[in-house]
């Protein structure tokens, strides 16, 4: 597509259930990216794929937090028994190869708000 | 790991007037600092980028200096246009450009 997509754009979530958080990168981008973005403040890194290969995940906060990419397209991430303070808006962005510097690209990002 | 701080939060100027954002970050090995744009409800937008082997980088009305020494880097909007305002992160990253650390962001508002 012309752009990264994610779904759901919005998401709310009572405390406990578990979230399933998609990104669509750009076709034939070889890396996808996660951050999450508090409000009011900058996105942080949560973790890294290059193709299929998860090569960092040093961002993830708990072990609640898991993400895949099974076949080096799609990615999803998911979120365990949410909590409060997992509200934030999830952005994704993919880029053509590793080094591509000034080539990353954002999606508009799902906002979880967990209750 | 790398630490970024980022000033103003806010920023209010008049339209045609110059805005400046102040970076600095901590980690000496870092090379690699982006300026993103961010309008509600999007995702953020790369607008300049500039690499540590150079001082100063411009684009039209948007300019980036970087002092290595110092380990701050500023951006500087000119002619400033109401479709400047946003949110604006600067960002520093390590060799491999797969991780970048963002600063908290400037809410710029230029006034028509």
């Known amino acids: 597509g012309a752009g990264v997509s994610q779904s759901p754009r919005y998401k709310v979530a009572k405390r406990g259930q578990d979230v399933a958080l998609r990104c669509d990168p750009i076709?034939?981008?070889?890396?996808l990216f996660w951050y999450q973005q508090a409000l009011g403040q900058g996105p942080e890194f949560l973790t890294y794929?290059?193709?299929?290969?998860?090569?960092?995940k040093s961002g993830l906060p708990s072990d609640r937090f898991f993400a895949e990419r099974p076949e080096g397209s799609v990615s999803t991430l998911k979120i365990q028994r949410t909590q409060q303070e997992d509200s934030a808006v999830y952005l994704c962005?993919?880029?053509?190869?590793?080094?591509?510097?000034?080539?990353?690209?954002f999606g508009s990002g799902t906002r979880l708000t967990v209750v | 790991g790398e630490n970024v701080e980022q000033h103003p939060s806010t920023l209010s100027v008049q339209e045609g007037d110059s805005a400046v954002i102040k970076c600095t970050y901590s980690?000496?090995?870092?090379?690699?600092f982006p300026w993103y744009k961010q309008e509600l409800g999007k995702g953020p937008q790369l607008i300049i980028d500039?690499?540590?082997?150079?001082g100063e980088k411009k684009d039209q009305r948007i300019a980036v200096t970087l002092n290595k020494t110092a380990k701050h880097f500023s951006l500087h909007i000119t002619e400033t246009q109401p479709e400047d305002s946003a949110v604006y992160f600067c960002?520093?990253?390590?060799?491999?450009?797969?991780?970048?650390?963002f600063g908290s962001g400037t809410k710029l508002n230029v006034k028509p």
């Open positions: 962005a993919s880029s053509f190869d590793v080094g591509m510097m000034g080539g990353y690209t």
């Open positions: 076709s034939g981008h070889v890396s």
């Open positions: 794929f290059q193709n299929e290969a998860q090569l960092d």
């Open positions: 980690d000496s090995a870092s090379n690699y």
């Open positions: 500039i690499r540590s082997n150079v």
């Open positions: 960002a520093a990253s390590l060799n491999n450009f797969n991780k970048f650390y």
